[in-house]
């Protein structure tokens, strides 16, 4: 079982930066895939970045087109903590935003059906 909690979300203006964290805890919180997911208002659930293991270290990776190039994710295993880094925010990057876990294999690696652990969501928004 594994658990996740998300901090940092808050409110930025245009053009700045905000990082996301999402802390792991359990019995089992090594060489999980790993991905953050975010919802705005009247849309749907969209992946964002997703991150996994290729077999000693976590330096795969993949991304949406909407934020390729703007964001950043990593993790810290010895924290057991997943991070996203946001850069040039705008407004329509504001959603809550949601880090997820999967202790089994992921292929469609934004997909939100593959993942079935949920952290509590971070708010974030940006204002133009």
């Known amino acids: 079982q594994v658990q996740l909690v998300e901090s940092g979300g808050g409110s930025v203006q245009a053009g700045g930066s905000m990082t996301l964290s999402c802390e792991a805890s359990?019995?089992?919180?090594?060489?999980?895939?790993m991905a953050w997911f975010r919802q705005a208002p009247g849309k749907e659930r969209e992946g964002v970045a997703a991150?996994?293991?290729?077999?000693?270290?976590?330096?795969?990776?993949k991304y949406s087109d909407s934020v390729n190039g703007r964001f950043t994710i990593s993790r810290d295993n010895a924290k057991n903590t997943m991070y996203l880094q946001m850069s040039n925010l705008k407004p329509e990057d504001t959603a809550m935003y949601s880090c997820?876990?999967?202790?089994?294999?992921?292929?469609?690696?934004?997909?939100?059906?593959?993942?079935?652990?949920w952290g509590q969501g971070a708010r974030v928004t940006v204002a133009s």
């Open positions: 997820a876990a999967s202790s089994r294999v992921v292929w469609t690696k934004l997909d939100s059906n593959a993942y079935d652990y």
């Open positions: 991150i996994w293991s290729g077999g000693s270290v976590y330096k795969y990776t």
């Open positions: 359990g019995d089992t919180v090594y060489n999980l895939y």
